[in-house]
């Protein structure tokens, strides 16, 4: 689904990423873990477009894209859930919504939005509730479900989650893990999570990768890096929600 | 009381001018953080043209009027295609803003190099004896100038609140990298709104040169009474910054008949330089729905 091939991006003269290779198969959440500052939101919009990288190539569904634009690889079913949300605040949960469908609406795919907007209110009905209320308005978690939603709104085939769990509560994060993991289920969605909550995300990821500097540093099943000595010790082991398992 | 009626009316004549352009400014400045310092120089071009295909070229009303906003708006997209476009990643606003001056400056040598230095003057858009209304006269021009900035503030609503398209232009001015994650192309965004632009502000020409006349060189006042309009009510806020361009107008109209005509510029400028001291985020917004708007 997703070949990422020594992929090296820069800040300038800043070498943030060297040389990284991932990749995502369908229809499996693939936890990128790794410390503040190792590069992971970098890798992300990287792969969405809105940084482009000097070296290394990225494969979707076996075309190149990474010379292309966002909006083309939205297109093409894409879609990043960034860090702090980007949702729209001075605007209401349904307009919200209503953009995510931007990369493949036209006037007359209007009946289609409309069915659209109707899955993603049954899979989420606290928007439905909400869907007049500006989105500045409601509460960080509610915020991140709505951002999730917009995200589906677009019907992509690989979801990009930049750490969703960010500032929530340990009974939120709960939830959104569920709804995660929902999304590969019911969705088939391919998902690739960014994460500091590494325990949570172990349990509910197949596989995944430790980034660290700019490297991947291990690889693997998720129980493997979860059991590994080494990744226990410098990710596990001051793991916020780590009281709290699933 | 008729008197003051009358300074009223003509405020609110002059506001809605200001109104118009105010709002262009704003359209740009939503999508670009730019302020156009050449947009009154486009409500000039819009009254020449429309001199030029009406006068010149004996075209029917309709057909002029049509015409010229589209210039308008073409002369929008070329700046934007010639000037903006090539720098707009690169560039620091404070560049940007001088390039659009370098413009307002090419356009105004354009204007003068093909109509030279007189004024230029056509009729309303109907002929007829004026309104009376409570004993202030009404020029049938100023009910056509309302009736036009109604059906823009129609236009408007609908444009960005039933229109995915507007809504992804709103979307683009809140958050251009949230805007971007959604596959909104935001370099076309900018395109339109200098295109959207160039047509308010020269349909704020065209109505109002069959009162006021035109000439090449009027462009640089223009601007600083948009631009002030657009500060006293707001720069983000479509509605703001026409409320402000109706609140300047009808503030000048009441300085210049009740005190002094030649105070009427100094206001202007005044007001400005008080807003942007003590109020930049303009009278109807907090500077926290500013920065909102602007992330
Ligand atoms: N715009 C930028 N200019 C220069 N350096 C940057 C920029 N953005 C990020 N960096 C640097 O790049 C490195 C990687 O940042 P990145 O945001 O990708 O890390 P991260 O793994 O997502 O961290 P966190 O867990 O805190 O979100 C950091 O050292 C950061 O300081
Ligand atoms: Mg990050």
């Known amino acids: 689904m997703l070949q990422i091939r020594g992929l090296d991006v820069y800040y300038g003269k800043l070498h943030i990423l060297k040389k990284v290779s991932l990749h995502v198969n369908k229809g499996e959440i693939v936890a990128l873990l790794g410390a503040n500052g190792a590069g992971k939101s970098t890798l992300l919009n990287t792969l969405i477009g809105l940084i482009v990288n000097q070296g290394g190539e990225i494969l979707y569904q076996g075309q190149y894209i990474h010379t292309l634009p966002p909006e083309k690889r939205v297109a093409l079913g894409i879609t990043l859930v960034p860090e ?26 209007a009946k289609l939005l409309k069915e659209t907007l109707e899955e ?14 500006l989105a500045g308005t409601l509460s960080g978690g509610q915020q991140q479900i709505l951002a999730i939603a917009r995200a589906l709104m677009s019907k992509p085939s690989l979801l990009l989650l930049d750490e969703p769990s960010m500032g929530l509560a340990p009974n939120l994060i709960k939830e959104i893990f569920q709804y995660i ?5 019911e969705l088939k969605l391919s ?54 398992p699933l | 009381m008729e008197l003051f009626l009358q300074y009223f009316f003509s405020g609110l004549t002059v506001g809605a001018i200001y109104a118009l352009i105010a709002l262009s400014f704003n ?10 310092l050449a947009q009154g120089e486009f409500v000039v071009l819009g009254g020449l043209v429309m001199w030029f295909f009406l006068e010149k070229l004996k075209l029917p009303y309709g057909t002029s009027f049509l015409l010229s906003l589209s210039i308008g708006g073409l002369v929008g997209l070329a700046m934007e295609r010639l000037t903006i476009r090539p720098v707009l990643k690169t560039a620091d606003p404070l560049l940007l803003i001088l390039i659009t001056i370098a413009f307002s400056i ?36 100023v009910i056509w100038i309302f009736i036009f900035v109604i059906l823009i503030m129609i236009f408007l609503y609908v444009f960005f609140n039933q229109t995915m398209f507007g809504r992804a232009m709103k979307a683009c001015a809140i958050d251009r990298v949230s805007a971007k994650l959604m596959g909104i192309k935001t370099t076309q965004m900018v395109m339109v709104s200098f295109i959207l632009s160039g047509i308010f502000a020269s349909l704020a ?13 009027k462009g640089p006042l223009l601007t600083i009474k948009g631009f002030t309009s657009a500060i006293l009510g707001g720069l983000g806020s479509n509605w703001g910054v026409m409320a402000g361009g109706f609140l300047l107008g009808i503030l000048e109209s009441l300085t210049a008949g009740y005190i002094h005509s030649g105070l009427k510029d100094v206001l ?5 330089l008080t807003m942007l001291l003590f109020k930049p985020a303009g009278l109807f917004q907090t500077a926290e729905q500013a920065r909102l708007r602007k992330l």
């Open chain 2, 106 to 141: 090419l356009l105004r040598g354009v204007l003068m190099f093909l109509f030279g230095k007189e004024p230029y003057g056509y009729p309303p858009l109907s002929e007829g004896e004026p309104i009376v209304l409570w004993g202030a006269v009404l020029q049938r021009q």
């Open chain 2, 27 to 36: 359209i740009i400045y939503n999508t670009t953080s730019i302020l156009n």
């Open chain 1, 120 to 133: 993603v209110y049954t899979l989420f009905p606290m928007l439905k509730i909400r869907r007049k209320q």
């Open chain 1, 181 to 185: 993991q929902k999304l590969k289920r």
């Open chain 1, 84 to 109: 702090g949300k980007g949702i729209f605040k001075p605007l209401t949960v349904e307009e919200n919504l209503i953009l995510g469908s931007y990369s493949w609406y036209s006037f007359r795919k």
């Open chain 2, 205 to 217: 020409g065209i109505l109002i040169t069959p009162i006021t006349f035109v000439e090449y060189d």
């Open chain 1, 191 to 244: 998902i690739l999570l960014v994460e500091q909550n590494a325990r949570s995300a172990l349990s509910i990821a197949d596989r995944a990768y430790i980034l660290e500097t700019g490297k991947i540093l291990f690889e693997g099943d998720a129980p493997t890096i979860a059991g590994h000595p080494e990744v226990q010790r410098a990710y596990l082991g001051r793991d916020i929600d780590a009281d709290v």
């Open chain 2, 268 to 272: 202007a400028l005044l007001i400005l």
